[in-house]
């Protein structure tokens, strides 16, 4: 397909610059459980990256699995399995340069549902190859491509939410990168803002040394995720204060809309719904309850407009103000609001 063959060549050229005789791996999945009617809707990704890549005179390496087998493996192995020095993927890693992940659930693992036995095994499993990776300093690429059951998760058309993303990713990631300094310039030279939506208006001061910029730019990020194009900057929690109003809060696998959030000190006093929906009562007890560390984001990738329903989308449309908070666990939790506008505060 027209559309996938620029996407590649536009990831594998602008985006991480192979170059000849690099060795790239190529992660994706064949959909055989209760999505087997799209079981291949990530092949045409995965060859067109392929080809792209051995186009530069490097070389792709293709690592498939399928969803039964990924279920199978936590299911049926026995533990002592697991306990196993997982030797063969440290070899596996040293002779990789990069690492793509294509699908999304690796990224957003809070849609699916998995029991505490099988997160534990997973950790457990995958814990000393993740530090192996880390340790060695090779990139990792979530591009976190969608699919139907994704749609379906959030309650959105399938070829809207592909449109969305295609247009985020193959983005100009010159302009991107611009796009992100001046971005890092306006924060950098001033602590104390004010953000007003929809008429409230919260006052906050960031930590102007802990602004970080994703752009795409592999050279100074180890972990990119897609698509990018966003700034996040930590706040000093105690000086939140006043009502923000959120267009969408996003936890876990829900969405809420039209939101109101009152904060004092730090600590936020109420949670005004207009919608009553069920779960509205723990998004409330889960954000009064969140842990002191939290963020301001704002995301700058013009090539996205619209909200999809999906956090790792939604956070990178141009202009899109976020908070980002923590339940106990250290789940995140976004509250955006789209037309939100932030000033200097005297």
């Known amino acids: 397909m027209e559309k996938y063959i620029e996407l590649a060549y536009n990831i594998i050229n602008n985006l991480l610059r192979i170059q000849k005789d690099d060795v790239v791996s190529i992660s994706g999945e064949i959909r055989n459980g209760a999505n087997a009617e799209y079981a291949l809707i990530e092949l045409p990704i995965i060859e067109e990256i392929a080809v792209a890549i051995r186009k530069k005179k490097a070389f792709p390496v293709l690592e498939l699995s399928t969803e039964n087998l990924k279920k199978r493996f936590f299911v049926e192995m026995p533990d002592d399995v697991f306990s196993v020095p997982p030797n063969y993927y440290k070899n596996w890693i040293n002779s990789i340069d990069i ?50 059951e994704l749609a379906g998760f959030i309650n959105a058309e399938y070829e809207e939410l592909l449109n969305s993303y295609l247009n985020a990713v193959n983005c100009n990631y010159n302009l991107l990168k611009i796009y992100g300094n001046e971005l890092h310039e306006k924060f950098f030279s001033y602590s104390n803002y004010l953000i007003t939506s929809k008429d409230e208006k919260l006052s906050l001061k960031i930590l102007r040394d802990k602004i970080e910029i994703f752009d795409g730019d592999t ?5 990119v995720v897609m698509p990018t194009g966003l700034a996040e900057i930590q706040l000093d929690r105690q000086n939140l204060d006043g009502v923000f109003f959120a267009d969408k809060i996003y ?66 449309i141009d202009g899109n103000v976020s908070l980002k908070f923590f339940d106990r666990s250290y789940k995140p939790i976004f509250i955006s609001c789209l037309n939100a506008e932030i000033e200097k505060r005297m």
């Not at 036995?117 to 814990?127: E, G, M, N, P």
């Not at 050279?219 to 972990?223: F, G, L, P």
């Not at 109101?260 to 009562?281: C, H, L, P, Q, S």
Request: proline residues 1%.
């Open 219 to 223: 050279s100074n990020k180890q972990v």
């Open 99 to 148: 690492f793509i992940e294509v699908g999304w659930e690796s990224f957003s693992s809070d849609f699916i549902e998995t029991s505490e036995k099988q997160i534990k095994k997973f950790k457990d499993s995958t814990q000393s190859v993740m530090e192996h990776l880390f340790e060695q300093r090779k990139k990792l690429i979530f591009l976190n491509f969608p699919t139907h």
């Open 251 to 316: 936890y876990k696998n829900k969405t809420y809309d039209n939101v109101k959030i009152k904060f004092e000190n730090g600590a936020v006093r109420y949670v005004a719904f207009t919608e009553d929906k069920t779960g509205n009562y723990h998004m409330q007890s889960e954000l009064t309850n969140s842990i002191e560390e939290c963020y301001l984001t704002v995301g700058f990738n013009k090539n996205i407009f619209n909200y999809t329903n999906y956090f790792s989308y939604d956070r990178c």
